[in-house]
């Protein structure tokens, strides 16, 4: 069984990255906490979503 549910060092991990500046920047751009209490928890749904809208081709520049 999965968790759908991760805490923030979870989310982390799940995401690929090391640093909580990063992940305060993710939730800053628009990623989904959910709070109840003290708790504080980010969906797996959610961060696949975010990611995808975040989604962005690489422009090459051609120099003559």
Known sequence: MTK???????????LGIKSNKTL?????EGLPVIEVGKSKKISK?????????HKRTAQHETTI
Request: hydrophobic letters at 30%; aromatic letters at 20%.
């Open 24 to 28: 305060n920047k993710y939730i800053s």
């Open 4 to 14: 759908e549910y991760l805490d923030f060092k979870r989310a982390m991990e799940y």
């Open 45 to 53: 749904s959610d961060i696949d979503e975010f990611m995808s809208k």
